[in-house]
């Protein structure tokens, strides 16, 4: 299943945050977050994490980049589980990492959802030049 859309949400005074209905449903009731890219958390449903640490474990231990790529991405990752209501515990570390306060957003992107500061959230998107990103993804082979 791919995800799609976005969802502002607000982290509770106990780091709790609804994970929202379409998203739950493809999740499952447990699955992993871990440090994004561009200042976001990643999370993934349990069988494409177990997909993206395969790929991870296949990188050389001689190569240090690839070493820092490993740390980077499994140092933080963390299992979560859904309460009751739909909620999760967002670690303390990982809301820090995206600097996540009260209002947050939840953006499905394919393989992945991730959760972004509404603030940051807005700013990456207000200059987005998508002539210079289409021509980077011709560039990659993309064409539609």
Not at 118 to 135: R, Y
Request: glycine share 8%; charged share 25%; net charge negative.
């Amino acid at each position: 299943m791919l995800f799609m859309g976005e969802y502002n949400h607000t982290i509770d005074a106990k780091g709790r945050l609804i994970i929202p209905s379409k998203f739950r449903e493809a999740l499952g009731e447990e699955f992993v977050i871990s440090k994004g890219m561009d200042g976001c958390l990643f999370v993934y449903a349990n069988e494409d994490w177990n997909a993206f640490e395969q790929k991870i474990t296949t990188l050389p231990l001689i190569n240090k980049d690839a070493r820092q790529f490993a740390r980077y991405f499994l140092s933080g990752a963390t299992s979560v589980e859904l309460d009751k209501q739909g909620r999760i515990l967002l670690p303390a570390n990982l809301r820090s990492f995206a600097e996540l306060d009260k209002e947050v957003m939840l953006v499905g992107v394919g393989s992945r959802i991730e959760i972004w500061s509404k603030e940051k959230w807005g700013s990456i998107n207000e200059d987005v030049d998508m002539d210079d990103i289409t021509a980077s993804m011709a560039d990659l082979g993309f064409t539609i």
